[in-house]
């Protein structure tokens, strides 16, 4: 019934307990997922689940904080990883100037490279920003993402900056972030996504919801971003469990 857009399952914060982990995933009605991907371990491992579960599915890509390990070597493998039938989407690419493991233009040289690949294999793209929403926005511009489209994974902006992604065809997707108290303005661009481009997601095991807050994150807390959107939108949980995991189909081509 709810698709989580977006979580790390693969994590090493799971190790050993993914079985119960998905067990309470489907008690709480989060019965699909997307497993992230961005590095080579990690991309190994959302490919392995993807392959084990009917209801998981991958986005593999190279993170922006590891754009320094990034060689023609890797992206050949990464090319080859990209036609595996249940890999949905390119990502989570983009830029990181919180962390800045790598310089800006190495983050942005192989972020443009990544979208360049994603519009060959005319496949969507999952966007990680941070205290860069300036840079990817024009990045993207420039690409003319409209081509191919993709998601704000986790968005963090405004109702502003929430309208100028939309108008490049990018969806928006919320995670825990969104129940925050203090979220005010991610709980306002919320409410101004058209319904067919809002998706839901939890970025587990990071940034638990109300009322997980500050524990480890899992897949089944997608409901509680769903409950709050419902009600930042005054619809209701079933409307928006349907049309978000309705959108997350349409978005990665499931049929």
Do not use: C
Request: glycine residues 6%; proline residues 4%; hydrophobic residues 40%.
């Amino acid at each position: 019934m709810i698709f989580d857009s977006h979580t790390h399952l693969n994590a090493e914060q799971f190790s050993g307990e993914i079985p119960d982990v998905i067990k309470r995933a489907q008690e709480l009605d989060v019965t699909e997922m997307a497993v992230v991907g961005f590095d080579t371990l990690t991309i190994a491992k959302s490919l392995e689940l993807s392959r084990d579960y009917d209801f998981i599915y991958s986005i593999i890509g190279w993170h922006p904080t590891e754009a320094g390990s990034y060689t023609p070597a890797i992206e050949k493998i990464l090319q080859e990883q990209l036609t595996l039938p249940k890999v949905v989407t390119l990502g989570e690419i983009g830029l990181d100037y919180y962390w800045m493991s790598d310089p800006k233009d190495v983050q942005a040289r192989v972020f443009s490279r990544q979208i360049a690949i994603a519009k060959e294999m005319n496949l969507p793209i999952s966007i990680h920003t941070r205290d860069a929403m300036e840079d990817t926005y024009r990045i993207l511009k420039e690409s003319k993402i409209q081509d191919i489209g993709g998601i704000m994974h986790s968005f963090s902006g405004d109702d502003e900056w929430a309208k100028r992604f939309l108008d490049l065809g990018m969806h928006l997707s919320f995670s825990g972030v969104v129940t925050f108290k203090k979220a005010l303005d991610v709980q306002k661009a919320a409410q101004v996504v058209p319904f067919d481009r809002l998706l839901v997601e939890t970025d587990a095991p990071y940034l638990a919801p109300v009322p997980y807050r500050g524990k480890r994150n899992e897949p089944g807390y997608t409901r509680y971003v769903v409950e709050k959107i419902a009600e930042l939108r005054e619809q209701s949980f079933e409307e928006v469990a349907r049309q978000t995991t309705k959108n997350a189909h349409e978005l990665f081509r499931i049929v």
